[in-house]
């Protein structure tokens, strides 16, 4: 079982992916582009072994 800290920030996905929040889209959006906060909106993806960060 991963740690309570990774389980908030990570979710896996059915076929086995782990996908994260893209970063930094809370804060100081009047700022940035109408572009980015759009993109911002989408989930990225981890390309890092799930064998890995299940022993971490």
Do not use: C, E, Q, W
């Not at 994260?20 to 993109?39: C, L």
């Amino acid at each position: 079982m991963p740690s309570k800290s990774l389980s908030k920030r990570i979710k896996i996905t059915k076929n086995g992916k782990i996908v994260r929040r893209s970063m930094g889209i809370d804060h100081f959006k009047t700022r940035k582009s109408t572009k980015t906060n759009r993109n911002s909106r989408k989930n990225a993806s981890l390309n890092f072994p799930l064998k890995k960060l299940l022993n971490y």
